[in-house]
């Protein structure tokens, strides 16, 4: 593993179904967060968490559901999709000093129908 | 709350210089970041300015200004390449960054 990791790259899924987004890191970042993407808004923060143990919650994140076990894992949950979740999903860690530079995953599209 | 406010898209030619802007309001500032994202891509870090001032990188460079809550990333020597949308993000007190809505910008030959 090189970087941030994201699976799946897309997915399609029926309203009502839990799914888990996966994101995995190997920079040993202590900070990691969930973005979604849509046209026009840009990314917006999801859930992030600053260390493992501990997460906190950001600007759209009704829906949605994380847990930080370890310092390399940072799964996003939704628990039962709804159509307007359909978007590009994003993980992103960073280092807890300095500049606090995001490094991003390839993304997940999703499609909720 | 935040705002951060840029333009929606720019056009240019290949070989000439494009400015994007950025201007925010901020509960906190700790840092402005600039990002590219090709389409269908990740966003990849370009810039990062904490202080006033111009930060140059090759290309590009990016301003910021505090007191004007205002910062450009500027794009010399345009490439077909550099076709992508820019990303502008803010730090505002903690690991967190809030995002504009990105500039899309169309080089053309």
């Known amino acids: 593993i090189a970087g941030i990791t994201q699976a799946p790259t897309s997915q399609i899924l029926a309203a009502g179904r839990r799914m888990t987004l996966r994101c995995t890191q190997d920079m040993r970042h202590n900070a990691m967060y969930w973005y979604r993407q849509d046209l026009g808004l840009g990314l917006r923060l999801i859930h992030y968490s600053n260390t493992a143990g501990t997460t906190g919650k950001g600007e759209v994140p009704d829906g949605y559901s994380v847990s930080r076990a370890n310092t390399d894992d940072f799964p996003l949950t939704l628990a039962s999709a709804v159509p307007s979740q359909t978007s590009v999903y994003f993980c992103?860690?960073?280092?807890?000093?300095?500049?606090?530079?995001?490094?991003f995953g390839p993304g997940t599209r999703l499609t909720v129908l | 709350g935040q705002n951060i406010d840029q333009p929606t898209e720019m056009t240019a030619t290949e070989g000439a210089i494009v400015q994007i802007n950025c201007t925010y309001q901020?509960?906190?500032?700790?840092?402005l970041f600039w990002y590219q994202q090709h389409a269908g891509e990740a966003p990849t870090f370009l810039s990062y300015?904490?202080?006033?001032g111009l930060e140059e990188k090759g290309r590009f460079s990016s301003f910021l200004s505090r007191s004007k809550g205002y910062s450009y990333l500027l794009l010399k020597e345009l490439q077909m390449k550099d076709s992508a949308s820019y990303l502008c993000a803010v730090r505002d007190g903690d690991y967190k960054l809030s995002f504009g809505a990105g500039t899309t910008v169309t080089v053309r030959a």
């Open positions: 901020t509960s906190g500032f700790n840092g």
């Open positions: 300015n904490v202080l006033d």
């Open positions: 992103a860690s960073s280092e807890a000093s300095g500049s606090f530079e995001q490094f």
